[in-house]
């Protein structure tokens, strides 16, 4: 849609509101609170659908034609009032009621003045309130479409897309453009291949809310251009013990052929705790000197083989215990706790192809490697939450505690043809790996209101992160596959053995904000804010390769390798030794500190205005060695930049029901950690990732425009539009060379970005009274990209070398054109305690650029992929909850194919360079609450 018919729309749409009417407004309070105000009570003029909730100071606004009414205000557990009132035109009229429980009594009903956020009304109240552009899922709604992690249910919000183990795209951009808080914190990825940590490690247990930023405002990070997640976890606020379990099957995944590392294959390998086993032994010590062990000595040194072992896999499973308790104090102080335990684990197969290309300027472009690839990875998951809150009339103080652990063991066969040798049809590569990350973060925050009325408070917090990424003893062999045996011979790339150690040393991060309510009469809401957040770490990798001497061709069991192996280093026939480079050391520093100032300011009842400045301060420094000496001293690259970081937010009140929306802002972009280390990342069939230190930060500069209409307190429709430009854009680029198939980082050159967003939650009740249980949620984003490349790169040793892009002007990498998502929602009861939701969730993106092409090569693409999910959560009684789900019904081809706008022939049947499909699962869960 072009702005100038979503203005002229616009236009039409303000023209049509400003009739002759005039208002109601007011400010509601609990009675029993001592007049505090009251969040969220309902207010409605009897007869019509005229109605609006207080905000968080407990006011309202409604707008009407002249004439008599009949006001109901209204809340959950408290005695309903009834207030005639006379409109008259252009006029306000002010009506200001406190509420008593009064002889009411619920059962299970709690009346208190905490706000919460886990609801759907409220959060959808929140947005509409809110001066910024923001949207929230909280746990409710997460729970009622059946989600089991942060990540998916992000994915419900409006232009977010998972996508595989790639994290989430907002607007069609990668995870590169997304940043994290939790509680308001920054916190560290655990994955070096990840911007954020993969947010599927989150169980949405532990969430109370999760704020989605996709405009800037000063008091947030400029680091991100696609999205900010706030992620709050919960604090707990009741009595509660839960048991949850459940059990999963997908199709071609559970109880079908699997093949796992023999030591993995354990009850410690259940656990995910073979980590430990597969470390480099000690013998090597802590810097390489690239010794060569005895076959004695190789014996005692290694605790895992190459082994595997192959069985049916069985049904993926979770368990999960929550219990929270809440107390009330002296002086009506309230101290809570919560404590989420939860394990879960599953079993992933995936076959397809899986080839890379070669070719020259002057030559055909033909396959390097045409693999048919299978792939077994067994997953677990264990995360722990403890969280604590005090509050009183003026603290509110919270400590939280968290622990997640990830792990994943892989067995990947690559089986075809190996680096253009067509003669050998029944060339496998065996990869055996293992992926271990363990995440502690501990914070601790809290509020203090310096006056009685709460005008001024201050905020602050304090975070500490450690985190750990390895991959211990990840092993490659390869030769000819005949039957169920293997011809290899010892040395070369076989039998090789690489442990790869990220850690980060440390992240801390902090904050801390005074926040000044002002004004008088109507105008008492305004607020000004000023504050400091920031945050500084410290990684170190270590990436280390242990071969073998060379040594004559062995016939063994392609499952069963070690007695051989074991045979022949006693007989001294091979030896291991280490093989590292100078670049098995790199050192990261990461610092940020910014201090800002905001105010949100009301003119009158319809404009508001969000406005601040940012200056933030970013430096990073990278000590690499290249492939020299391990004794050479660290080169040096630092990145430093101060930026002065403006942002606006306007917000017109077009009704009490209707809202036009403007945003602008500055932000930049990082890179992800993985693209700025001076390393290159081996795969044992020659495709590597190659690190660049000399990557500078991404400048983004963003506008939004938006119009949303509330039609009721569970319903919205809202249109944008959005344009970015991003100078120094970073990039995924590959490169095919004699040596095999190198991906790699550049700043590539300018991109701008352009599109629209539609947002619908409709409720079917409006049509008729039987129809009430019935909603539908859809969002879509629709978007432009273009990119004017540079004619010179920077490369990773530092020099000006002439791009080499088959295309100079083309789409952004990583930038889908449209994706869609879309659910529709069913209650029903099957008895006076039994409720039901049936969700269906559907989700799409557009074709986008995978990698970047560079000469002969078109890019390569990622295609369309379509999800299909199906939800039913039963609350069967008051202890015992059901969900059944099925996922990704449809089972579409996931795949990425080379373009067909190479600069040479491509002589090969097929562009398809990987594929596989995912399977359809079914979960089945129970929870019991004591």
């Given at each position: 849609m072009r702005i100038s018919h979503l203005i002229i729309t616009l236009f039409f749409c303000l023209t049509a509101f400003a009739q002759n009417k005039g208002t109601v407004s007011g400010t509601i309070t609990d009675k029993d609170m001592n007049n505090e105000t009251l969040p969220f009570a309902s207010v409605t003029l009897k007869g019509t659908s005229i109605g609006s909730s207080t905000d968080m100071d407990g006011k309202y606004t409604l707008t009407a034609p002249e004439g008599s009414y009949t006001m109901l205000i209204s809340f959950v557990g408290y005695e309903s009032q009834e207030v005639a009132v006379t409109v008259k035109a252009n006029e306000n009229v002010v009506v200001d009621r406190a509420l008593g429980s009064g002889s009411v009594k619920l059962e299970d009903v709690v009346v208190t003045q905490n706000i919460n956020r886990e609801k759907e009304a409220v959060l959808l109240l929140e947005q509409k309130n809110a001066t910024v552009i923001k949207q929230s899922i909280g746990a409710q709604e997460l729970s009622r479409k059946g989600v089991s992690d942060v990540e998916e249910g992000l994915t419900k919000i409006t232009g977010i897309t998972k996508v595989g183990s790639r994290g989430l795209f907002v607007r069609g951009l990668e995870d590169r453009y997304n940043n994290l808080l939790v509680n308001g914190l920054a916190v560290p990825s655990n994955?070096?291949?990840?911007?954020?940590?993969?947010?599927?490690?989150?169980?949405?247990?532990?969430?109370?809310?999760?704020?989605?930023?996709?405009?800037?405002?000063?008091?947030?990070?400029?680091?991100?251009?696609?999205?900010?997640?706030?992620?709050?976890?919960?604090?707990?606020?009741?009595?509660?013990?839960?048991?949850?379990?459940?059990?999963?099957?997908?199709?071609?995944?559970?109880?079908?052929?699997?093949?796992?590392?023999?030591?993995?294959?354990?009850?410690?390998?259940?656990?995910?705790?073979?980590?430990?086993?597969?470390?480099?032994?000690?013998?090597?010590?802590?810097?390489?000197?690239?010794?060569?062990?005895?076959?004695?000595?190789?014996?005692?040194?290694?605790?895992?083989?190459?082994?595997?072992?192959?069985?049916?896999?069985?049904?993926?499973?979770?368990?999960?215990?929550?219990?929270?308790?809440?107390?009330?104090?002296?002086?009506?102080?309230?101290?809570?706790?919560?404590?989420?335990?939860?394990?879960?684990?599953?079993?992933?197969?995936?076959?397809?192809?899986?080839?890379?290309?070669?070719?020259?300027?002057?030559?055909?472009?033909?396959?390097?490697?045409?693999?048919?690839?299978?792939?077994?990875?067994?997953?677990?998951?264990?995360?722990?939450?403890?969280?604590?809150?005090?509050?009183?009339?003026?603290?509110?103080?919270?400590?939280?505690?968290?622990?997640?652990?990830?792990?994943?063991?892989?067995?990947?066969?690559?089986?075809?043809?190996?680096?253009?040798?067509?003669?050998?049809?029944?060339?496998?590569?065996?990869?055996?790996?293992?992926?271990?990350?363990?995440?502690?973060?501990?914070?601790?925050?809290?509020?203090?209101?310096?006056?009685?009325d709460k005008n001024q408070s201050l905020k602050g917090g304090v975070s500490f992160s450690k985190t750990s990424y390895q991959q211990p003893d990840r092993k490659f062999f390869g030769g000819s596959k005949e039957g169920d045996n293997i011809l290899v011979s010892y040395g070369g790339n076989n039998f090789l053995r690489q442990y790869l150690d990220i850690d980060g040393t440390y992240y801390v991060s902090g904050m801390a904000e005074y926040a000044l309510k002002f004004g008088s009469g109507e105008d008492k809401n305004q607020l000004f804010t000023f504050g400091y957040n920031g945050n500084a770490s410290a990684a170190e990798t270590s990436y280390r390769f242990v071969g073998t001497s060379a040594g004559p061709q062995i016939d063994v069991p392609l499952n069963t390798p070690d007695a051989q192996i074991e045979t022949d280093l006693t007989a001294g026939t091979f030896n291991f030794r280490e093989q590292s480079n100078g670049q098995y050391q790199t050192k990261l520093m990461d610092n940020t500190n910014a201090a800002y100032a905001n105010i949100i300011y009301h003119f009158n009842e319809k404009w508001e205005i969000n406005a601040g400045v940012r200056g933030e301060f970013a430096s990073r420094e990278t000590k690499y060695r290249e492939n020299d000496s391990f004794d050479k001293p660290f080169k040096k690259e630092p990145f430093e930049k101060f930026y002065v970081l403006p942002s606006l937010n306007v917000k017109y009140g077009l009704s009490d029901r209707a809202n036009l929306r403007f945003a602008s802002g500055i932000t930049y972009t990082k890179p992800v950690q993985i693209e700025a280390l001076g390393i290159t990342y081996i795969n044992a069939d020659g495709t590597s990732v190659s690190g660049n230190p000399f990557l500078v930060n991404s400048d983004n500069f963003n506008a939004d425009l938006k119009y949303e209409f509330f039609p009721s307190n569970k319903e919205i429709i809202a249109i944008g539009v959005f344009g970015k430009k991003i100078k120094n854009a970073i990039e995924r680029n590959f490169q095919a060379n004699a040596g095999g198939y190198i991906t790699t980082f550049f700043n590539t050159g300018?991109?701008?970005?352009?599109?629209?967003?539609?947002?619908?939650?409709?409720?079917?009740?409006?049509?008729?009274?039987?129809?009430?249980?019935?909603?539908?949620?859809?969002?879509?984003?629709?978007?432009?990209?273009?990119?004017?490349?540079?004619?010179?790169?920077?490369?990773?040793?530092?020099?000006?070398?002439?791009?080499?892009?088959?295309?100079?002007?083309?789409?952004?990498?990583?930038?889908?054109?449209?994706?869609?998502?879309?659910?529709?929602?069913?209650?029903?009861?099957?008895?006076?305690?039994?409720?039901?939701?049936?969700?269906?969730?559907?989700?799409?993106?557009?074709?986008?650029?995978?990698?970047?092409?560079?000469?002969?090569?078109?890019?390569?693409?990622?295609?369309?992929?379509?999800?299909?999910?199906?939800?039913?959560?039963?609350?069967?009684?008051?202890?015992?909850?059901?969900?059944?789900?099925?996922?990704?019904?449809?089972?579409?081809?996931?795949?990425?194919?080379?373009?067909?706008?190479?600069?040479?022939?491509?002589?090969?049947?097929?562009?398809?360079?990987q594929n596989y499909k995912r399977g359809v699962g079914f979960s089945l869960g129970f929870s019991y609450t004591f």
């Open positions: 994955n070096p291949f990840r911007k954020i940590i993969p947010l599927d490690l989150f169980p949405t247990d532990i969430v109370s809310a999760i704020d989605v930023y996709k405009t800037f405002n000063a008091d947030i990070y400029g680091d991100f251009s696609g999205g900010t997640f706030n992620i709050g976890t919960s604090k707990g606020g009741k009595s509660v013990t839960k048991l949850s379990i459940g059990f999963g099957y997908t199709t071609d995944n559970n109880l079908s052929d699997f093949s796992i590392d023999a030591d993995a294959a354990t009850f410690k390998g259940y656990l995910g705790l073979t980590g430990k086993d597969r470390m480099m032994p000690g013998i090597f010590g802590s810097k390489p000197t690239n010794p060569t062990l005895s076959g004695e000595q190789s014996l005692a040194a290694f605790k895992t083989g190459f082994n595997v072992e192959s069985k049916k896999s069985p049904l993926n499973n979770s368990i999960g215990i929550l219990h929270g308790e809440k107390f009330t104090l002296k002086n009506d102080a309230k101290i809570s706790y919560l404590l989420s335990l939860n394990f879960d684990n599953s079993y992933k197969v995936r076959e397809g192809v899986d080839r890379t290309v070669t070719g020259g300027d002057n030559t055909d472009i033909t396959y390097f490697n045409n693999f048919r690839k299978t792939s077994y990875q067994y997953d677990t998951n264990t995360s722990m939450l403890l969280g604590t809150n005090y509050k009183t009339d003026a603290w509110d103080l919270s400590l939280n505690l968290f622990y997640l652990r990830n792990t994943k063991n892989a067995i990947e066969d690559q089986l075809g043809v190996s680096e253009a040798k067509i003669e050998n049809q029944n060339f496998l590569i065996r990869t055996n790996q293992l992926d271990q990350s363990d995440y502690f973060t501990g914070q601790f925050t809290g509020k203090y209101f310096l006056t009685k300018d991109a701008t970005l352009y599109g629209a967003e539609l947002e619908l939650l409709f409720d079917f009740g409006r049509f008729t009274e039987s129809l009430s249980d019935l909603s539908l949620g859809f969002n879509t984003s629709l978007m432009q990209t273009e990119v004017d490349t540079n004619p010179f790169v920077i490369n990773s040793n530092g020099d000006k070398i002439a791009a080499r892009e088959t295309h100079p002007q083309r789409e952004l990498q990583g930038a889908s054109k449209w994706l869609i998502n879309s659910d529709l929602k069913y209650q029903f009861n099957l008895g006076k305690e039994w409720s039901n939701t049936i969700s269906a969730v559907y989700s799409i993106f557009g074709k986008r650029i995978f990698s970047v092409g560079s000469i002969p090569f078109d890019h390569i693409y990622e295609l369309p992929v379509s999800k299909l999910d199906v939800v039913w959560t039963s609350k069967l009684s008051e202890h015992l909850d059901f969900k059944f789900s099925a996922d990704n019904i449809l089972n579409p081809d996931v795949r990425f194919e080379l373009g067909e706008n190479n600069m040479t022939d491509f002589t090969e049947d097929s562009r398809v360079l």
